[in-house]
């Protein structure tokens, strides 16, 4: 993430927190998804939409050159995706985790 150059880490850390807070705070698809087309930029929206995507496919045990074939992404984001996904910050456990215990079903993480 590019920092505002004016802005000290614990500042960065405020207005992060303050985003992630916001988003927390929504109560449906419909909310977040008004939220996310008015806080991004239809690409930006679309790179999020796509490295989801890839999430779930390499969750299947899809092959790079697969996916890239099902979604345009480039191998290249598929890989950091990838790396992301196995030694990451667990963001996509917790998400993994969560939306199983709403389905109801064990989560393969």
Same mark, same amino acid.
């Given at each position: 993430?590019?920092?505002? /150059?004016?802005?000290?880490?614990?500042?960065?850390?405020? $207005?992060?927190? @303050?985003?992630?807070? $916001?988003? !927390?705070?929504?109560?449906? !698809?419909?909310?977040? =998804?008004?939220?996310?087309?008015?806080?991004?930029?239809?690409?930006?929206?679309? $790179?999020? #939409?796509? =490295?989801? /995507? +890839? #999430? /779930?496919?390499?969750?299947?045990?899809?092959?790079? &050159?697969?996916?890239?074939?099902?979604?345009? #992404?480039? !191998?290249?984001?598929?890989?950091? !995706?990838? &790396?992301?996904?196995?030694?990451?910050? *667990?963001?996509?456990?917790? +998400?993994?985790? &969560?939306? $199983? @215990?709403? &389905? *109801?079903?064990?989560?393969? =993480?």
């Amino acid at each position: 993430m590019k920092p505002n /150059r004016h802005d000290t880490d614990e500042q960065q850390e405020q $207005a992060e927190d @303050a985003l992630f807070r $916001a988003i !927390v705070s929504l109560e449906s !698809v419909d909310e977040c =998804r008004n939220f996310f087309r008015d806080l991004c930029t239809p690409a930006e929206l679309q $790179a999020l #939409v796509d =490295r989801w /995507r +890839v #999430v /779930r496919y390499l969750e299947q045990g899809l092959p790079y &050159r697969q996916i890239h074939d099902l979604t345009g #992404v480039s !191998v290249t984001t598929i890989g950091r !995706v990838a &790396r992301f996904l196995t030694d990451g910050f *667990g963001g996509y456990d917790a +998400v993994f985790q &969560r939306l $199983a @215990a709403t &389905r *109801g079903t064990p989560s393969t =993480r």
